[in-house]
């Protein structure tokens, strides 16, 4: 079920890519460039990350809307008025699509490298299971160290998340949190 998941998200967003391809190119690039020529100037910075998300976000600001009003001109010149106005106006919905359908596509991906290894390797997906076990004990234990736990259960914005999910259950107060947080 998964693995078909992730092949409808990777087609989904086949589109979109396709269509930004340019603005990957190009902004890798001229990031890149503006990153080295800033580390190399600079003693402070290493590699100029901070540089490079600057960098792409002032050339997506400029380039995206300019690919997409380019691409609407080749859209009406090469195929027709109505295809160039069907393209203007939806394929910023198809941009969203492959933002949203790559986006969960790399959650399910990033959910399946550990079932796949608890399927392939048995004692290793059990040590997963049994650390994880372990890191939820300590984190409780913390919580009810520090008394997080009557804050969380008194909290307005909390009380409905405790509410809906123990109104199925019949629970002593110890069990609540844990329930609900584990």
Same mark, same amino acid.
Not at 26 to 36: D, M, R
């Given at each position: 079920?998964? +693995?078909?998941?992730?092949?409808?998200? %990777?087609?989904?967003?086949? *589109?979109? +890519?396709?269509?930004?391809?340019? /603005?990957?190119?190009?902004? =890798?690039? !001229?990031? &890149?460039?503006?990153?080295?020529?800033?580390?190399?100037?600079?003693?402070?910075? !290493?590699?100029?990350?901070?540089?490079?998300? &600057?960098?792409? !976000? @002032?050339?997506? $600001?400029? @380039?995206? *809307?300019?690919?997409?009003?380019? /691409?609407?001109?080749? %859209?009406?010149?090469?195929?027709?008025?109505?295809?160039?106005?069907?393209? %203007?106006?939806? $394929? *910023?919905?198809?941009?969203?699509?492959?933002?949203? +359908? /790559?986006?969960?596509?790399?959650?399910?991906? =990033?959910?399946?490298? *550990?079932?796949?290894?608890?399927?392939?390797?048995?004692?290793?997906?059990?040590?997963?299971?049994?650390?994880?076990?372990?890191?939820?004990?300590?984190? $409780?234990?913390?919580?009810?160290?520090?008394?997080?736990?009557?804050?969380?259960?008194? =909290?307005?914005? $909390?009380?409905?998340?405790?509410?809906?999910?123990? +109104? &199925?259950?019949?629970?002593?107060?110890?069990?609540? @949190?844990?329930?609900?947080?584990?």
């Amino acid at each position: 079920y998964r +693995s078909v998941l992730l092949v409808i998200y %990777f087609v989904a967003a086949i *589109p979109g +890519s396709v269509a930004a391809a340019p /603005y990957f190119v190009i902004s =890798n690039y !001229i990031s &890149t460039e503006k990153a080295k020529t800033a580390a190399a100037k600079s003693s402070v910075k !290493i590699a100029g990350r901070d540089l490079l998300a &600057t960098w792409k !976000i @002032l050339v997506a $600001m400029v @380039l995206v *809307p300019g690919l997409h009003f380019f /691409y609407t001109l080749l %859209f009406l010149l090469f195929i027709g008025e109505i295809a160039g106005i069907v393209y %203007f106006f939806f $394929m *910023p919905f198809v941009s969203l699509l492959t933002v949203l +359908s /790559y986006e969960m596509g790399l959650k399910l991906w =990033n959910s399946l490298k *550990p079932l796949i290894l608890a399927l392939l390797d048995k004692e290793r997906g059990m040590k997963i299971v049994a650390k994880r076990e372990d890191t939820r004990r300590e984190v $409780m234990k913390v919580i009810k160290e520090f008394a997080w736990d009557k804050e969380l259960m008194n =909290n307005e914005e $909390m009380k409905h998340l405790f509410h809906k999910r123990l +109104s &199925t259950l019949n629970l002593d107060e110890d069990e609540e @949190l844990e329930t609900c947080l584990g």
